[in-house]
């Protein structure tokens, strides 16, 4: 079954700390995985989105690797600021089928 | 810069009530989609559209819902007689090419309140 688990469930940092946050997939076949930010109430904007060839790529002070071999993925927060609270979802695209599989996000909170 | 734009922002409703989601897509995207999230848990897929048809839903999508391209801008959800879990947040999304490969660009969403 395609599924895509994020770990942790929440995590709370301070102001100007860094953060790494995690993604295990087991969709096949793999088309790509993409890093959304949710902020609460609003839709999801996309940060990142990584082929199987690519195993980095970074947005300002958001980096996304990928693993296409193990299968893991994760998102680092450089210098966070309290901008950055909000929901990063980890969403994989199977090469058929057309949908999107979502995880069910981390829920990021900064702290001054 | 384009964006996807979704009304109402929240709409409540009663139990078997029928529901419009309207969708204004980025104006150059050919497929366009509906997803939900049921308070506190994961986004799902609904549907896809694509070329004036449904290309693939989800088993979510059932008989009581249906999508529709009116004209050349909109494109809507209804929900016949909604149903108490049916609240949620339902967010449209567009894309240029198919997701599979391509960027998908979300509304900021419909809340939807049944009770």
């Known amino acids: 079954k395609n599924q895509v688990e994020q770990s942790p469930q929440s995590l709370i940092i301070l102001e100007g700390k860094n953060c790494t946050l995690q993604?295990?997939?087991?969709?096949?076949?793999?088309?790509?995985l993409r890093w959304y930010k949710q902020d609460t109430g609003r839709g999801p904007v996309s940060l990142t989105i990584m082929t199987f060839s690519e195993n980095t790529k970074s947005n300002g002070r958001y980096t996304a690797t990928l693993d296409a071999d193990t299968k893991q993925s994760s998102l680092h927060i450089t210098a966070s600021q309290l901008s950055d609270s909000a929901s990063y979802i980890c969403v994989v695209s199977a090469v058929q089928g057309g949908k999107l599989i979502f995880g069910q996000g981390t829920e990021l909170s900064v702290k001054p | 810069e384009p964006e996807v734009t979704q009304t109402p922002s929240h709409q409540v409703t009663q139990m078997g009530q029928e529901v419009i989601l309207r969708c204004v897509p980025i104006?150059?995207?050919?497929?366009f989609y509906w997803y939900r999230q049921i308070l506190g848990q994961k986004v799902e897929f609904l549907v896809s559209?694509?070329?004036?048809?449904?290309?693939?839903k989800s088993e979510i999508f059932d008989d009581q819902f249906s999508v529709e391209r009116p004209d050349g801008s909109n494109f809507t959800l209804k929900i016949r007689s909604t149903k108490l879990e049916d609240s949620a947040m339902y967010f449209c999304?567009?894309?240029?090419?198919?997701?599979?490969?391509?960027?998908?660009?979300f509304g900021e969403g419909s809340r939807l309140t049944v009770l």
């Open positions: 559209f694509y070329n004036n048809e449904i290309s693939e």
């Open positions: 993604c295990n997939y087991t969709v096949s076949p793999f088309s790509n």
């Open positions: 999304a567009s894309g240029d090419i198919d997701i599979t490969y391509g960027e998908l660009f």
């Open positions: 104006s150059n995207h050919l497929y």
